[in-house]
């Protein structure tokens, strides 16, 4: 038995986000050099944005002003490479159109704005006067929504897309189509039928797919059965033909699975995992941006992404939007780099890697805390001292002791709840005397 420590530093370099264990398995696409800062190739997996169409159906809306401010983070945080390669917008309103104009105006190579539009001769108007490149068309897929809410059969269904994807290569613009419901679809028996149709009728002018597992039912293992696992969707598609950048995955949270199931699209040969920024979305939410773009950095090897714009972004959505981002969110909340436990606390003071998976000051602008309680023990006091009052402590500091004292006998008196910055201010500042807090 060795006594040399272990750290595993190129896994977990704590200055950047944890690597990809190992060779990227073959069916990513090519690109991956697995050299930190290295520029990706064409073929790069990447990550695409629907905060303005998806998001937007799960939230009050945002006025242009807004969304102008999120595009901008948005083309921050996919950096010189464009992790970030494509932004979503609804087109109806007269706010929609106006925030398409004014993000457009920003001439930003990526994120590139695309519509959104219901596979309907009429909206196609909205999207050429728009002056975009591409447009999402809703392609409803599965028999639930063929037979119950279409009140279609399947040739008619196929028929129609297949229509509708023509009008819009005709009309110069690329269709991406929507594959509503994709997870119950009969992937043999008529998802694989309209992307052979829709090859046919698109020719060398090109479509997309977007597999849409609406109802979060995917699976991320290749042995699950059919339509369910994620692998083997991908691997079908492939098989007739279609290339890693006609291929996106568009995932919901329903089970928990949004990110695992994007993970698994992308090492299956899918080009393209879609998000939203902290997830929002229709009941559960979509796939988050932020932890697609931590895992993109962590699969390619590009450190560029500037990932300080998840703080910025957390800290406008909170102030700007009126949005109170949940405590426990995942490289957002208040708790996401926070302990109540004096062990863990412990463990901070002697070194934050310990407790951290990365540095969240350095790569999210966001801060490590202490959440005070009764279990955080002198140890989580002296953390809390160190951040709050500027000022390094060790637990067995008598300051220090005093204040745990106090804390331990408010929750002896009955107390249920955190304690509360302030009155953790107020209280060491009565036991510091004279010492200054800041």
């Not at 695309?114 to 050429?128: K, Q, S």
């Not at 090109?206 to 995917?218: A, H, Q, S, V």
């Not at 699950?224 to 291929?247: F, K, N, T």
Request: charged content about 20%.
């Amino acid at each position: 038995m060795s006594d040399t420590p272990r750290y595993y530093e190129e896994l977990f370099p704590f200055t950047a986000p944890p690597a990809w264990p190992g060779p990227v398995p073959s069916a990513l696409p090519a690109g991956n050099s697995g050299i930190v800062g290295a520029a990706p190739a064409p073929t790069m997996p990447f990550v695409t944005d629907t905060t303005f169409r998806d998001g937007q159906q799960a939230r009050a809306p945002y006025t242009p002003d807004q969304i102008v401010h999120l595009y901008d983070l948005l083309h921050r945080l996919g950096g010189p490479h464009g992790a970030v390669r494509q932004c979503e917008f609804f087109l109806y309103s007269r706010h929609d159109r106006e925030a398409v104009d004014r993000c457009l105006a920003r001439g930003y190579a990526q994120p590139e704005v695309t519509g959104w539009i219901r596979a309907r001769p009429e909206d196609l108007p909205l999207v050429r006067a728009a002056g975009l490149r591409e447009t999402g068309l809703l392609m409803s897929c599965s028999d639930h929504h063929i037979y119950r809410k279409l009140r279609w059969d399947r040739e008619r269904a196929l028929q129609e897309y297949a229509r509708m994807a023509g009008l819009v290569v005709d009309a110069g613009i690329l269709p991406r189509c929507h594959l509503e419901d994709v997870t119950r679809a009969d992937i043999d028996g008529f998802v694989l039928p309209l992307a052979g149709e829709l090859a046919r009728v698109c020719g060398p002018r090109g479509f997309k797919l977007r597999l849409c597992d609406t109802l979060g039912l995917g699976l991320p293992f290749a042995g699950a059965p059919a339509p369910r696992s994620v692998p083997a969707l991908i691997s079908a598609l492939s098989a007739r033909g279609l290339q890693p950048e006609q291929l996106e995955w568009h995932g919901h949270n329903d089970l928990h699975l949004a990110v695992a199931n994007a993970l698994a699209a992308w090492l299956a040969g899918c080009g393209a995992a879609n998000g939203t920024l902290l997830g929002f979305g229709e009941r559960t939410g979509n796939s988050a941006v932020e932890a697609l773009v931590m895992h993109w950095i962590g699969l390619t090897g590009d450190t560029t992404p500037d990932t300080a714009a998840i703080g910025d972004a957390v800290r406008y959505l909170q102030e700007e939007c009126g949005y109170a981002v949940p405590p426990m969110t995942p490289l957002a909340g208040a708790q996401a780099f926070s302990t109540a436990a004096g062990i863990h606390a412990d463990g901070l003071l002697k070194d934050p890697a310990v407790y951290l998976p990365f540095d969240p000051e350095r790569l999210l602008g966001l801060q490590p805390g202490v959440t005070i309680t009764d279990r955080s023990g002198a140890a989580g006091i002296a953390a809390w001292w160190q951040s709050a009052c500027g000022e390094e402590v060790a637990k067995d500091d008598p300051r220090v002791r005093a204040l745990a004292a106090w804390v331990q006998a408010r929750y002896d008196e009955g107390r249920t709840t955190t304690m509360g910055d302030a009155e953790l201010r107020a209280a060491a500042a009565e036991i510091a005397r004279p010492s200054v807090l800041r």
